[in-house]
């Protein structure tokens, strides 16, 4: 069977792309708060449905259904934090309660939305320009998410290098303590990565919905790739994070090539992320931080 590395190539960007906007909230805020948010699945949920409701329900077209998914997503993140993740970690809680937690927020803010627009697949009614360059084949939409990933990539390289709030992340981050010594308003800087975080999530569940379907299980089903991203990259590191993106949209496309010649269901491609997350948590635990110490 003839394979179309080029098409490959570029569905791995897609894929990266995706995984990395839905990964950037994920890191950080892990790296903040000191715990596996899995609620941030439904976040990813959230804003696959709002961006449909927006977009294909009242028909305002894409743009607006960013800017409302990113707002309202944000909102409902720091809702959870202030209402339910800060008063437990003010309490004592640990890190295997404030998890198990998020499991339960997760499983709440999933049956609700299952409840208000329910379990049938809705698919965006938008239509996608495509086009032929050479042997790839390439939308619209996947032209989009390439811009929006760069746009986010640069700009929150430069918010974290070149701003005081991203130097405030970074100092939180590192050492909490001494950057509340400092005069860093820790909690301040928690509740923005919270609200940025969960905004990207929702971006990304749009895009992902877009490209296939929205379901209450959208953002569950890219979820342990997303954890794949955050671990391989290093955890909290974000720099470590775009470059674990891609390989892992390209160690899932490529397997899906694999899975297809062996005659397997391209399902089990998913495991493929559950592999790196054991050899890397096992071989560097650190991942591809220790690229990126300044970062």
């Known amino acids: 069977m003839d394979i179309n590395w080029a098409q490959i190539l570029l569905n791995s960007v897609i894929t990266g792309s995706i995984y990395l906007i839905g990964a950037i909230g994920l890191s950080v805020t892990y790296r903040l708060s000191n715990f596996s948010?899995?609620?941030?699945?439904?976040?990813?949920?959230?804003?696959?449905?709002?961006?449909?409701?927006?977009?294909?329900?009242?028909?305002?077209?894409?743009?607006?259904?960013?800017?409302?998914?990113?707002?309202?997503?944000?909102?409902?993140?720091?809702?959870?934090?202030?209402?339910?993740?800060?008063?437990?970690?003010?309490?004592?809680a640990s890190t295997i309660h404030l998890m198990i937690a998020?499991?339960?927020?997760?499983?709440?803010?999933?049956?609700?939305?299952?409840?208000?627009?329910?379990?049938?697949?809705?698919?965006?009614?938008?239509?996608?320009?495509?086009?032929?360059?050479?042997?790839?084949?390439?939308?619209?939409?996947?032209?989009?998410?390439?811009?929006?990933?760069?746009?986010?990539?640069l700009t929150m390289h430069f918010a974290l290098m070149r701003t005081k709030l991203g130097k405030a992340i970074r100092a939180s981050s590192s050492n909490p303590e001494l950057a509340a010594a400092s005069g860093i308003n820790v909690n301040r800087v928690i509740l923005i990565t919270w609200f940025i975080g969960a905004g990207l999530a929702a971006i990304a569940g749009i895009f992902r919905g877009a490209s296939t379907q929205v379901w209450?299980?959208?953002?569950?089903?890219?979820?342990?790739?997303?954890?794949?991203?955050?671990?391989?990259?290093?955890?909290?590191n974000y720099h470590g994070a775009i470059v674990a993106a891609f390989i892992i949209g390209l160690t899932e496309n490529i397997g899906v090539v694999a899975l297809t010649n062996l005659g397997l269901a391209t399902e089990y491609r998913m495991a493929l992320a559950f592999l790196i997350i054991i050899i890397t948590l096992i071989v560097k635990p650190q991942g591809l931080a220790m690229f990126f110490r300044r970062a």
């Open 102 to 153: 998020s499991i339960a927020v997760g499983f709440i803010i999933r049956y609700s939305i299952g409840a208000g627009w329910g379990w049938t697949p809705q698919y965006f009614l938008n239509t996608w320009t495509t086009y032929e360059v050479g042997a790839i084949r390439i939308t619209g939409l996947w032209l989009l998410l390439i811009l929006v990933t760069l746009t986010s990539a």
């Open 37 to 92: 948010n899995f609620a941030h699945a439904e976040f990813i949920t959230l804003g696959a449905f709002i961006g449909y409701w927006v977009s294909s329900q009242l028909g305002w077209g894409l743009l607006p259904a960013f800017i409302i998914a990113f707002l309202l997503t944000g909102t409902v993140s720091l809702l959870c934090y202030r209402g339910i993740f800060q008063p437990l970690a003010k309490r004592g």
């Open 216 to 236: 209450p299980m959208t953002g569950w089903d890219i979820i342990l790739p997303i954890f794949a991203v955050v671990v391989l990259g290093g955890i909290g």
